[in-house]
């Protein structure tokens, strides 16, 4: 991990972490970068830079920053307003955008914020061009052969200007439509916005394709992003499906890049149940190229097991949808993704993309005129627990012998029953414990093990 960038971005508190002025510069190093770049092979045009944000209400804040930042450098800013993460993605692809941004602390309570930056593949952007904006924001920047105490602004003409640009998230939209092969007529479907961006798109693609929408946490404030709502807050979904027997509900987070579901019956569908569904429904077509299903080192023990029934191979990355993505384009792969929801279909998207995750998971009901309690039977999800310690130093816990030692303890008690993970947040000073066993008295056990040692070496940070 860089200094500011995370696993999925440059995230923190509004005005705390993450500042106005660092998202300037961030504005000031992309327009100016790209557009060096560009001079440097002959093109003397202004970069574009796509922009999307969420509903939080420092998004305004951020947004005007990045662009001022931007224009100032000569780069030319085209705002998609409140949208997805994965409609910038999109339209940076489509529409040959030198990079996008996106202004989101995903599934993060609204005083958080984060900047997402996407390079013109709509893939996530590399590390070398991250640890270059990290190196201006410290001063100390050295690229093209030289230092840099500080970047030319743009003057006259060079100037870079604002577009609006909702047409993108529109033609977005119409993509998402377009993928659907089945009438939902008949369907009783509800959606769970978390008061995010998909607020505005989500009903507009199911009732597209006939679906009957009853909808959930549709009212942004600014200050209700994910609050006891989406997919990290699931239970008012269940309960909702289960009061107005729906056939089936999705649940996005802030910026909708994840989706979880809830069956008819009222249980909750993970992002390991989706990989499955489709991961079979692909191999029964033919359509699982390499026969492989990416997940991370994060999924379910029973997830492993219902694929080596299927005979579906696996591979397992680290934590985060950009490794995830980062190896099915290295191998091939059609479909991956994490138990949270982030899940990647490789054919259509470059990112996680709940609301197209949602329209695949109801194209395998169609398709095989099942519910969805039914197609998650092979799947048995072990029970878990997920223990996050506040340290320190991360680095320094994980090193520990104690502790490695103590994991090692655990892990020759689990045997081939179950697993234990040790590894550290991308995002956060934390150490996560997670634990999976065939009883829930054993999970606990088990992590508060390698916890108490964690805790008793004065690694933990009151």
């Known amino acids: 991990m ?10 923190g508190e509004a005005n705390v972490t993450l500042t106005a002025e660092s998202a ?21 045009s202004a970069p574009k830079v796509v922009i999307g ?76 061009t991250t640890a270059l904006i990290e190196d201006y924001i410290d ?5 093209f052969g030289k230092n840099w105490e500080s970047l030319p602004y743009a003057t006259r003409d060079k100037i870079g200007k604002t577009v609006d640009y909702a047409s993108g998230r529109n033609r977005y939209i119409g993509y998402l439509i377009s993928l659907g092969m089945y009438s939902f007529r008949g369907m009783k479907v509800g959606l769970d916005c ?10 507009s693609v199911f009732e597209a394709l006939g679906a009957t929408t009853y909808v959930i946490n549709d009212k942004p404030d600014g200050f209700n992003i994910n609050e006891k709502a989406g997919s990290t ?34 249980n909750v569908v993970t992002g390991d149940h989706i990989l499955y569904i489709y991961g079979l429904y692909m191999k029964e ?57 982030h899940i990647i279909f490789s054919k259509y998207a470059t990112t996680g993309d709940g609301i197209l995750t949602s ?16 197609l998650c039977e092979p799947v048995k999800i072990y029970p878990q627990i997920l223990l996050n310690i506040k340290v320190k130093d991360k680095s320094a816990a994980l090193s520990d012998k104690e502790v490695i030692a103590a994991v090692e303890k655990v892990e020759n008690k689990l045997g081939t029953s179950g697993r234990i993970l040790v590894r550290e947040s991308g995002t956060e000073p934390l150490i996560r414990i997670m634990v999976e066993a065939e009883s829930a008295a054993q999970c606990k056990k088990y992590a508060q093990e390698v916890a108490s040692v964690i805790k008793n070496n004065g690694h933990e940070s009151v």
């Not at 860089?2 to 995230?11: H, P, Q, W």
């Not at 300037?24 to 003397?44: H, I, N, Q, S, T």
């Not at 001063?139 to 690229?143: A, E, G, W």
Request: hydrophobic residues 35%.
């Open 2 to 11: 860089g200094r500011y960038f995370g696993t999925d971005g440059f995230r």
């Open 24 to 44: 300037y510069k961030v504005g000031r190093f992309l327009g100016w970068y790209f557009g060096e770049l560009k001079k440097r092979a002959g093109d003397c």
């Open 53 to 128: 944000k969420d509903t939080r209400r420092s998004s305004y804040m951020f947004e005007y920053t990045l662009v001022a930042g931007l224009t100032a450098s000569g780069a030319d800013a085209y705002m998609l307003h409140v949208t997805t993460t994965p409609s910038v993605a999109y339209v940076t692809r489509l529409d040959g955008f030198d990079c996008g941004i996106m202004i989101s602390a995903s599934h993060n309570p609204y005083y958080d914020n984060g900047i997402k930056l996407l390079n013109s593949n709509g893939e996530k952007m590399d590390e070398e």
């Open 139 to 143: 001063d100390k920047l050295n690229v």
């Open 194 to 203: 978390a008061n995010g961006s998909s607020w505005n798109i989500a009903k």
């Open 233 to 266: 807050h699931i239970e008012s979904l269940k309960a909702f499906v289960k009061k107005n027997k729906l056939d089936v509900g999705f649940a996005y987070d802030g910026d909708a890049d994840r989706c979880l579901c809830v069956d008819e019956k009222g």
């Open 285 to 341: 077509r033919g359509k699982l190229i390499t026969n492989t299903v990416v997940t991370t080192v994060m999924s379910n023990f029973g997830l492993y097991k219902a694929f080596d029934a299927a005979g579906i191979d696996y591979a397992k990355t680290d934590v985060g949808d950009k490794f995830v993505y980062k190896y099915m384009s290295e191998n091939g792969n059609r479909i991956g993704g994490e138990a949270s929801g």
């Open 359 to 374: 329209l695949k998971v109801m194209e395998v009901m169609m398709a095989k005129e099942q519910p969805l309690s039914k």
